[in-house]
T-cell receptor, first 116, second 110 residues
Framework: EAGVAQSPRYKIIEKRQSVAFWCNPI?????LYWYQQILGQGPKLLIQ????????DSQLPKDRFSAERLKGVDSTLKIQPAKLEDSAVYLC??????????????FGPGTRLTVT | DAKTTQPPSMDCAEGRAANLPCNHS???????VYWYRQIHSQGPQYIIH???NNETNEMASLIITEDRKSSTLILPHATLRDTAVYYC???????????FGTGTRLLVSP
């Protein structure tokens, strides 16, 4: 089965510019996540969708970050305007179950963002 | 914050068993122990999870102590491809959120 797809794989922008990342989850997976991974740290959840509704966005910096999941499939994460501290790998993951004991998450390869 | 404590790094010889410890002394009764790993430049990969019984799958074995305050992930015959950062995560069964710590960096050498 096809895995989680993300694009682009790499992006370099200047501070104050905007950027968008795209994620296509595994077919049939209702739950989608965006994580931010700063170098040397573990991934940190930014936002979680169940179908096209937001379940958890408590750690999303809403003044500059936004995300949507139209039609409950693909998702985009946007940063506007970017800051130097946004340099990180942005990981998308999906899972089949919600509020069940199992339901491991499947991660995409990530997008490495460098803000200069 | 992560609810687990792991050593920052470990070494293992190729072909030998790798035993990765994890301390989760504040785990509650309905929380599972999950293990993920992240190979360089890739997204994390699910390995195994358990509640209180020992678990085994094609990738690894998970040994959870009787008091559930610690666990060990065992890779029975480590290969060079097992070099990665291994994350131990405690998660409530009712929620999908994963809270990652900094993990253990396992280096498998020839």
């Amino acid at each position: 089965e096809a895995g989680v797809a993300q694009s682009p794989r790499y992006k370099i922008i200047e501070k104050r510019q905007s950027v968008a990342f795209w994620c296509n989850p595994i077919s049939g997976h209702a739950t989608l996540y965006w994580y931010q991974q700063i170098l040397g740290q573990g991934p940190k959840l930014l936002i979680q969708f169940q179908n096209n509704g937001v379940v958890d966005d408590s750690q999303l910096p809403k003044d500059r970050f936004s995300a949507e999941r139209l039609k409950g499939v693909d998702s985009t994460l946007k940063i506007q305007p970017a800051k130097l501290e946004d340099s990180a790998v942005y990981l998308c993951a999906s899972s089949f179950y919600y509020r069940q004991g199992a339901g491991e998450q499947y991660f995409g390869p990530g997008t490495r963002l460098t803000v200069t | 914050d992560a609810k687990t404590t792991q050593p920052p790094s470990m070494d293992c010889a190729e072909g030998r068993a790798a035993n990765l410890p994890c301390n989760h002394s504040t785990i509650s009764g309905n929380e599972y122990v999950y293990w993920y790993r992240q190979i360089h430049s890739q997204g994390p990969q699910y390995i195994i999870h358990g509640l209180k019984n020992n678990e085994t799958n094609e990738m690894a074995s998970l040994i959870i102590t009787e008091d559930r305050k610690s666990s060990t992930l065992i890779l029975p015959h480590a290969t060079l491809r097992d070099t990665a950062v291994y994350y131990c995560i405690v998660r409530d069964e009712g929620f999908q959120k994963l809270v990652f710590g900094t993990g253990t960096r396992l280096l498998v050498s020839p």
